[in-house]
Every structure is written in C-alpha cells, then in structure tokens.
T-cell receptor, first 112, second 110 residues
Framework: NAGVTQTPKFQVLKTGQSMTLQCAQD?????MYWYRQDPGMGLRLIYY???????DKGEVPNGYNVSRLNKREFSLRLESAAPSQTSVYFC???????????FGDGTRLSIL | KQEVTQIPAALSVPEGENLVLNCSFTDSAIYNLQWFRQDPGKGLTSLLLIQSSQREQTSGRLNASLDKSSGRSTLYIAASQPGDSATYLC?????????WGAGTKLIIKP
C-alpha cells in the first residue's frame, strides 16, 4: 500500500552541489509530476511526464532536469544547486492527465 | 495567466460548526477543479474533484461547488471535528497543469 514514495525525505546541500530526487509509484499510473512548495505559496509545477517516454516543462523548470526512467519512476535532478531552490519538493502521479493526483510525502531540501 | 486565490488564509472555529472555504480563479477555461488536504509535514490528499461540466461533488461531510462563470468554488465542511484541522488547497486543472492556491489553514478547536 505504498502509493508514491519519495527519497530522500530530507537533504542539505551546499551551493553548486548536484543531487537527484527519486520518486516511484506502484499504482501503474501513466502520468507523473514534480512540484515545489515554498512557504505561504501554493505548489508550482516543475516538470511532468504524461506517459512513459515523454516529459514536458511546467511553470518553473529552470535549474532542473527530469528523467522518466520507466513507468514507475520519475527523477528530478538539480545540476548546480542554488539557495533559491530551497523548498519542499513533491512528486505525484495519476492514471492520466486531468485525473486525480496522488502525492508522496515530500522531500525537504535546504541549500546553503 | 491563470491565478488561484484562497481566502481566508487562516480560519479557527469551534468544533461542531459548519464552515465554508473559498477559492477563486481568473480564467474560466478549466478542465476541472480539485480540493486537497495537507497535514503538517505530509503530502497532499485529494478530497474532491469537480469536472468543469459539474456544479458540485459530495463526499461524506464535504461538499464542493463550482461556478465556472464567476470563477468560484467553495468547500463546505459540515459538523467540523478536530481531525479536520489541516491546510486545504484548491487547484484548477487547465492546459495540462494544476494551478494552485496558497491554501486556507483550518483549526478546529475542541
């Protein structure tokens, strides 16, 4: 009954370091998403993958890259972390676009 | 550009009261509108999804309405309980993207 699993749950980086956030879903969903949530704001879409083999930019893609590794996994990479990328990152999945999205518990990322 | 606003930002009410949370959006060209619940340190849980052709959806003590022409949705919570304390977010689905409000933090006092 895992749903959407994100790793790690917490991470502290120094400016300029790189890292990859991992996301996996076990619901056989076609679509997956990466969001960031900053204090006092709603979520903002970074990238999404409508189906295996496709990825598209969302509202705030700059500074990020994604890989849809297979139907289950969708990773988010920060190539050169900046303090402005300090945020809580959420991964979500849905059966298809426009269907209810299921969320992971988030990754809390701090960049010093 | 679609913008979603939720007022109030925070709300505190005694247990047992009925309450209404508000969500407004600027562009009526939406596919659906969704209400979510977020507990501290946790992810988001989908509560209700209203298709653009629908006027309302109900689940247990929750009822969500949608008025696309006026750009408004409300989430009605009946007989509130302390366990309802959380942040409630609405999001509109348009052009393959969910556009989110900042949420209403709800506290139900026992």
């Amino acid at each position: 009954n895992a749903g959407v699993t994100q790793t790690p749950k917490f991470q502290v980086l120094k400016t300029g370091q790189s890292m990859t956030l991992q996301c996996a879903q076990d619901m056989n969903h076609n679509s997956m998403y990466w969001y960031r949530q900053d204090p006092g704001m709603g979520l903002r879409l970074i990238y999404y993958s409508a189906s295996e083999g496709t990825t598209d930019k969302g509202e705030v893609p700059n500074g990020y890259n994604v890989s849809r590794l297979n139907k289950r996994e969708f990773s988010l990479r920060l190539e050169s972390a900046a303090p402005s990328q300090t945020s809580v990152y959420f991964c979500a999945s849905s059966e298809a676009l426009y269907q209810p999205q299921h969320f992971g518990d988030g990754t809390r990322l701090s960049i010093l | 550009k679609q913008e979603v606003t939720q007022i109030p930002a925070a709300l505190s009410v005694p247990e047992g009261e009925n309450l209404v949370l508000n969500c407004s959006f600027t562009d009526s060209a939406i596919y659906n509108l969704q209400w979510f619940r977020q507990d501290p340190g946790k992810g988001l849980t989908s509560l209700l999804l209203i298709q653009s052709s629908q006027r309302e959806q109900t689940s247990g003590r929750l009822n969500a309405s949608l008025d696309k022409s006026s750009g408004r949705s409300t989430l009605y919570i009946a007989a509130s309980q302390p366990g309802d304390s959380a942040t409630y977010l609405c999001a509109v689905d348009s052009n393959y993207q969910l556009i989110w409000g900042a949420g209403t933090k709800l506290i139900i006092k026992p």
